[in-house]
DNA sequence: GCGACAG
DNA sequence: ATCTTGTCGC
């Protein structure tokens, strides 16, 4: 059901599935309007990466003020392969979403949307398995090329790939490396900077993935208690 | 054959 | 991703 099969070691079926999966890719806008909740989702290890430990943070997308956020842990049954990310990532990362009090309304990915070899990024898969609009917001360039650009907030110039654009460099804050972003499922290649924009603050990364990047990096152990006070 | 290669 | 303190720069 989760149209994720048991790793078993064979990468090109793994490719194939992915070249199958993005034919199911939707690129144009048809998600929720006015958005109502944003949710974060990222991917940490724990003991040496024998354990995958995934976190999803809901938002409020008027006011970013943290809904709920939940962490998931499972052990870790793929090793990382440039290209195949979702496939390590994603087993964790469904039942975070799935843990969260409401299902969001665009779900923000650390990693790439279509920005892939077979346009299938960990974004991009995680939307047309789940059906939720999705949005990848990667740190570094798996594919592809861009011209340089300016050190302004906001500014973004496109990423290409064997002449078509598959998503864009995005400096969402001055100073810093830009981010690479890209359309996951049901969102448009002239909404996706634009989404991104909307939630980033003050820094780098947009808040939704920023909370769960933290979530998922902390070095404690603790899960998250519904503080009573 | 030689590099590149999300996290 | 992860191992890790101080340090450089806006």
Same mark, same amino acid.
């Given at each position: ?7 078993? &070691?064979? /990468? ?7 070249? %199958?999966?993005?034919?199911? !890719?939707?690129?144009?806008? #048809? ?31 008027? +006011?970013?003020?943290?809904? #709920?956020?939940?962490?998931?842990? *499972? @052990? ?5 392969? =440039?290209?195949?990310?979702? $496939?390590? %990532?994603? @087993?964790?990362?469904? @039942? ?6 409401? +299902? ?17 990024? *960990?974004?991009?898969? $995680?939307? !047309? ?11 570094? !360039? ?8 300016? #050190? ?8 290409? #790939?064997?002449?078509?654009? *598959? ?16 359309? &996951? ?10 989404? /991104?924009?909307? $939630? ?7 808040? =939704? +993935? ?15 208690? =519904?503080?009573?006070?």
């Amino acid at each position: 059901m989760l149209a994720i099969p048991e790793w078993n &070691g064979d /990468v090109q079926a793994a490719r194939e599935l992915q070249r %199958e999966l993005a034919k199911g !890719v939707i690129v144009r806008d #048809d998600f929720p309007r006015p958005l109502r909740t944003v949710a974060g989702l990222d991917v940490g290890f724990e003991k040496d990466g024998a354990i995958t430990r995934a976190a999803a943070v809901l938002l409020d997308a008027d +006011t970013l003020e943290v809904i #709920d956020q939940q962490i998931v842990r *499972i @052990p870790t049954r793929m090793p990382y392969i =440039p290209g195949l990310l979702s $496939f390590r %990532e994603l @087993p964790a990362l469904l @039942p975070a979403l799935e843990a969260l009090a409401r +299902t969001p309304d665009l779900v923000m990915i650390d990693g790439h949307g279509i920005a892939h070899p077979r346009r299938l990024g *960990i974004a991009a898969h $995680f939307g !047309v398995i789940t059906g939720l609009p999705s949005i990848g917001v990667a740190k570094s !360039v798996l594919v592809g090329a861009a011209r340089p650009l300016h #050190d302004t907030r906001g500014a973004h110039t496109p990423l290409r #790939d064997k002449g078509e654009q *598959i998503g864009w460099i995005l400096r969402s804050k001055p100073g810093c490396l830009p981010l690479i972003v890209s359309p &996951g499922h049901r969102v448009s290649m002239a909404a996706a900077p634009e989404l /991104v924009m909307r $939630f980033a603050t003050h820094y780098r990364l947009p808040e =939704p +993935t920023r909370l769960a990047d933290r979530l998922a990096s902390r070095r404690d152990e603790r899960r998250h208690r =519904p503080e009573a006070g």
